[in-house]
């Protein structure tokens, strides 16, 4: 089974300046999720999909973050206009369904903001 | 609000010997605990679960045990070896059914 895939690997933008990020899940997997890693500390829920609707985006911040899903499947993470404090590793999960278990990570886009 | 945190930022074992990693929650609605490995460059990755109704599993070479009356959690690696070097996570579902994450530890084997 491919595992979870996410691109670009790295980006380094200039604050203020927009970037996206692309995640596509496991084949079937119906649940997704972008955490956002900063380094020394573990990651935190941004926000999940079921399918193409949102479950929970409570700790997006949506004055500068968005995301979608499309069709389901693959998602993009944007950030626009970016901050210092937005350097972070971005990983994107995804799970058959709700449960927990059967969760897999893809290794993450890492973004410095100068 | 809810949080689990690790003891100890950093590890340091000798290559062969035991190692114990804690993790302490706050949520006592926590019903279910997952151990994570993350490698440089790299996602976590699952190692070892338990649910609230058990206090003990165990894998191969990893043991998690569950101590709810102190809200403790720790994940014992027998025979620690060069590639167990990683930081480790703890993980719960709070009564949100979210994914909370802990700080992290980070494991440094010594050959």
């Known amino acids: 089974e491919a595992g979870v895939a996410q691109s670009p690997r790295y980006k380094i933008i200039e604050k203020r300046q927009s970037v996206a990020f692309w995640c596509n899940p496991i084949s079937g997997h119906a649940t997704l999720y972008w955490y956002q890693q900063i380094l020394g500390q573990g990651p935190k829920l941004l926000i999940q999909?079921?399918?193409?609707?949102?479950?929970?985006d409570s700790q997006l911040p949506k004055d500068r973050f968005s995301a979608e899903r499309l069709k389901g499947v693959d998602s993009t993470l944007k950030i626009q206009p970016a901050k210092l404090e937005d350097s972070a590793v971005y990983l994107c999960?995804?799970?058959?369904?709700?449960?927990?278990?059967?969760?897999?990570f893809g290794s993450g886009t890492r973004l410095t903001v100068v | 609000g809810e949080s689990v945190g690790l003891h100890l930022p950093t590890l340091s074992v000798q290559e062969g010997d035991n190692s114990i990693i804690n993790c302490a929650y706050s949520?006592?609605?926590?019903?279910?605990f997952i151990w994570y490995k993350q490698e440089s460059g790299k996602g976590p990755q699952f190692i070892i679960d338990i649910r609230s109704n058990m206090d003990k599993r165990q894998g191969q070479r990893v043991t998690v045990l569950l101590n709810k009356t102190v809200k403790h959690l720790s994940l014992q690696i027998a025979a620690t070896q060069p590639g167990d070097s990683a930081v480790y996570f703890c993980?719960?579902?709070?009564?949100?059914?979210?994914?909370?994450f802990g700080q992290g530890t980070t494991l440094q084997v010594k050959p």
């Open positions: 999909f079921q399918n193409n609707g949102v479950v929970d």
């Open positions: 993980a719960e579902t709070g009564n949100t059914g979210k994914l909370i």
């Open positions: 949520n006592s609605a926590s019903d279910y």
């Open positions: 999960a995804s799970s058959r369904d709700r449960a927990i278990y059967g969760y897999t």
